[in-house]
Each structure stands twice: as C-alpha cells, then as structure tokens.
C-alpha cells in the first residue's frame, strides 16, 4: 500500500505524529523496531519532568505552553495514569545555569514563579538540605508525566484513526524518490508522500547522509528507598526538581510516584558514549556512587537502599537543542531527531509540528531554534 506518511520510530515523537496526522484523515504508516512503549530508548522510566520556566532557552516556553493543553487533553483521553502536577522547583548558585536561564524564561513570558532563599526551601521542603547560599525558583505549573502511558495513549488514539502501526520490524534504509519516499525494512517495502524520522539514538544510522554530529550517551535512572521513609517526598507536598551542582553538572528527582519502588533520582549531565545496539544495560559501582556523592550534602535521605534502576539513551546535538526540520536535499522527509535529552515535555506538540511538515511544508509554531545549523 501507498501512505501519505510513513514515521519511521513510534516512541515519543513518533507516537505523537501518527497521532496527530491520523486524527487529520491521513493515511499513516508507522513503523517501530521493538514492542509499543518499550524499555530500549529514550521514552520509558515511569517519569519525565514537565515545566514552562525553561532555563534552556525562552524560545522554548510558546512550545511548552502549547504542550501543556495537550498534555491536558491527552490525560482525559488516557484509559490509564498519565499526568501528574506536583510543582516544580530548580535549585543552584544565584549566578548557575539553572537559576538564571530559569529567571530569563519566567521573565520573558511573564511567567507565575517564587524565588526562594535556602532557608525558605529546607522549611518548605526537609528533604532538602541546600546550603545558605543555594536559592530555588519555584513554578506551581510543573509537574511530570508516565511516559510509557503517554506512549501507549498516542498509539491507541492513532490506531482508532485508522493508522497501521507495525512493530518489531526493522527499518533498514529509505530513499527519496521523484514521487516521494521508498522505506525498505528487515520485513518488506513500502512507499509513501511523506517520511518522518524520528528514530531516537538510532538517528546517527538513518540520518547518516547529514553527517550530522551527533552523539548518544547513556544514562541511568535509580530508585532509592529515602532514610526515615517516603513521607517528606509525599506528592502531594514535593514537587520535581533540577539542582545545579555548578561545573556543568546537575540532577534531578520525583516525589514518590505511586506504583513505583522507592523515590526516582538521576544525574542529567556527565553520560558515557554509547551505540543503540551495544549500550551497557548492566549496573555498576560507579553508576550509583556519582548519583550518591551528588546528593549527599543535598538531598541525604536519598542515601538509603537502591530498589531499582533503568538505562536510557540521549541523542546530543552540540548546542543540546533539538533537530526538527524538512531535509535540506529531500523536502518531502522531516526530520523529529535528536531533542538531546529534554524532549519528552514536548512530544505532544511536537507531534502537531511534525504533521504540520508532513501536510503543508510548514508550522506556524516557531521552530527556527531547531534548524539544520551544523
């Protein structure tokens, strides 16, 4: 058969393209290499943050209130636990990364915020234990979201819109065609109008032709039973939080997700290199000895007993945004990769930019931050 798009990787991006170009009355081809929502890339680990103050940059925040009304709609559509708003609070040195990107964004856009001193958080919230001279921006409009659900309900929702979505199939190569686009995988062909690539960390492989320089770290994510138990990190009082240790270094935490082992805590920055295929799935020493010296003097009742732990991969671009834009030589293929490991608040709008390409070559949503520009 003959599709208006083919969407080459369903997890975050991908998922939430079929979607949204299924709802439209397209006729979508999805193709994935694992099962739905699986554990091997980027949009698994039970909880991804959501906020609008975005220290990356303030471009970034029409975008994520645009998310926001979706992630809405998409949790009323959800027949399972999706969306959850906790607050959510960055921590640093008043002159970090963090702390000041984080003021520039809320001060663009007018955003709701508090700033807090140190004493103001180890009030409002035990856990923590900052230094005098740590501060904190609060923003009651945060939260996160289950991404495996958030996964399942953009397939589901493509699905009923007649999408054909094909799993555990491999995409082997594609080829731009005077007619449109050629996707050739381990199983059979097709062809299509449209191609959208949003493949994750295997973007290195299928966007080769680019030379793009990207590069695929791994990370870990821990769950930790907290000293004195759960309670100070009851969601209902705690919010998600980033914390700027300074030097290019930060993590950040979950309130107590109901269904999971222990409280969740990773390191953002500092990953190794890694390849898709090859990645080390297995624990070591190291992995959770740099995640304890961090939060040590910062976040101490996290120094209890490990639960459990989960790796993922970031696809990096060098600057750290996003790669979103039709492909210099081949028009007709859109390209929904790396996001550098910020992505997942995004998938929902990014899905409606990704359609808005496919359909019409353009999006009246500002995506010139993440252009073809290496």
């Not at 099962?35 to 698994?44: C, E, F, I, V």
């Not at 007619?179 to 492989?205: C, F, K, M």
């Not at 320089?213 to 000293?227: G, M, N, Q, T």
Request: aromatic share 8%; charged share 20%; net charge negative.
């Amino acid at each position: 058969m003959h599709y208006h798009t083919i969407i080459v990787g369903l997890g975050g991006m991908g998922s939430a393209a079929a979607y949204h170009l299924a709802a439209r009355g397209e006729k979508v081809l999805g193709i994935e290499r694992f099962s739905p929502a699986h554990r091997n890339g980027s949009s698994h680990g039970h909880s991804r943050i959501i906020r609008q103050a975005y220290f990356e940059h303030p471009s970034y925040v029409p975008l994520l209130k645009r998310a926001f009304s979706h992630w809405d709609d998409l949790a009323r559509q959800a027949d399972e636990d999706l969306l959850h708003l906790t607050g959510g609070l960055n921590l640093g040195l008043p002159d970090s990364d963090v702390i000041t990107g984080t003021l520039a964004s809320v001060r663009a856009h007018d955003l709701p915020h508090e700033y807090l001193t140190a004493a103001e958080i180890r009030r409002r919230y035990p856990a923590f234990t900052p230094s005098d001279d740590i501060v904190g921006v609060f923003e009651r409009n945060a939260g996160y979201v289950v991404p495996e659900a958030a996964v399942r309900t953009h397939l589901r929702l493509a699905a009923q819109h007649s999408a054909t979505l094909r799993y555990n199939e491999v995409v082997q190569s594609w080829q731009a065609t005077e007619s449109g686009v050629t996707v050739t995988t381990d199983q059979r062909t097709y062809t299509a109008d449209h191609l959208i690539l949003s493949p994750g960390a295997w973007a290195p492989e299928l966007m080769r032709d680019l030379g793009l320089p990207l590069r695929v770290e791994r990370r870990v994510l821990l769950w930790f039973d907290p000293i004195g138990g759960e309670a100070p990190f009851d969601e209902a009082n705690f919010p998600v939080y980033i914390w700027d240790c300074g030097e290019g270094v930060s993590f950040y935490g979950f309130p107590k997700q109901p269904g999971t082992p222990g409280i969740k805590v990773a390191i953002h920055t500092v990953g190794q290199h890694c390849a898709p295929d090859t990645i080390d799935r297995a624990l070591n020493d190291h992995d959770v000895a740099s995640l304890q010296d961090l939060v040590r003097e910062r976040v101490p009742a996290l120094l209890g007993p490990m639960r459990d732990y989960a790796t993922c991969m970031y696809t990096l671009t060098p600057d750290e945004h996003f790669v979103i834009a039709k492909h210099p030589a081949h028009p007709q293929v859109v390209l929904a990769s790396p996001c550098s490991g910020h992505g997942f608040k995004f998938t929902p709008v990014i899905g409606e930019v990704l359609a808005d390409l496919a359909m019409h070559g353009r999006t009246n949503h500002d995506i010139s931050l993440f252009s073809l520009r290496f």
